[in-house]
């Protein structure tokens, strides 16, 4: 299982959210570059990293400091929050991510996610964001008229690799994720799934290890804790 720690970024910094809620902000650091930095001194495989300007406007507003990102460190990042075009997905593939995480468009453009993942495979990934059981989209603040179950199943069928299942109502709360929903959604696909929201013990990690999932993203956890990420990936 790989260990996804988060990097969303704010007005250019490093921040957390507690629940999705814009209002609810942490700052962390000034500079997601020393962020990132410190996650891959510890030993960091990969990094998510998310525009949250980018989620609520439709436009990767902090295009610089996440190509900076890409461009600096030896790591392969994820990257989600407005990409909501082939072109911005073309820009941010050519210049050092790894992986796309289409929100909102693989929901509300169903031709774009098909061309998305009919020229990139398995470097689209697609972030399923639930509060109450429903989709979310625009950075969280708005519901989908659709359930969790059906759109997974419509993502595989038109060719996803990699979704990140987020519970919202976990995000930034310490309290674990949702393992209920997320054995769930296991045994519906074949896709590879990325826990989010609330992965926060050790003995998280090791529940999420257990039911096989692909990879876990941490991060109020480890920021609240510097010990927590390097125990965390002890046990991977």
């Not at 209002?23 to 001194?41: A, F, M, N, R």
């Not at 609520?56 to 610089?64: D, H, I, L, P, Y």
């Not at 590879?192 to 692909?214: C, F, H, M, N, P």
């Amino acid at each position: 299982m790989i260990l996804f720690p988060a990097i969303d970024i704010q007005n250019g910094k490093c921040v957390r959210l507690v629940q999705g809620d814009f209002k609810q902000e942490t700052i962390y650091h000034d500079s997601p570059l020393e962020v990132g930095k410190k996650w891959l001194d510890q030993g960091a495989e990969w990094l998510h990293v998310v525009d949250l300007d980018g989620a609520k406007t439709g436009q990767s507003v902090n295009r610089e400091a996440i190509i900076e990102l890409a461009n600096t460190l030896q790591l392969p990042i994820q990257v989600g929050g407005g990409i909501r075009t082939i072109e911005a997905i073309e820009d941010y593939l050519s210049n050092g991510v790894e992986r796309i995480i289409l929100g909102t468009s693989a929901i509300k453009d169903p031709d774009l996610l098909k061309q998305a993942v009919t020229r990139y495979g398995k470097r689209i990934a697609v972030s399923v964001d639930a509060k109450n059981g429903k989709p979310t989209t625009a950075g969280w603040t708005e519901d989908s008229t659709t359930d969790v179950s059906t759109l997974v199943r419509e993502l595989e069928q038109a060719g996803v690799q990699t979704i990140i299942y987020t519970d919202i109502a976990k995000d930034g709360m310490l309290a674990g994720p949702n393992f209920e929903e997320l054995q769930s959604l296991q045994k519906e696909t074949e896709m590879d799934i990325i826990a989010s929201g609330g992965v926060t013990t050790v003995r998280d990690i090791e529940k999420l290890q257990q039911e096989s999932l692909y990879g876990a993203i941490v991060g109020k956890a480890i920021y609240e804790n510097g010990t927590r990420f390097q125990e965390m990936m002890e046990v991977l």
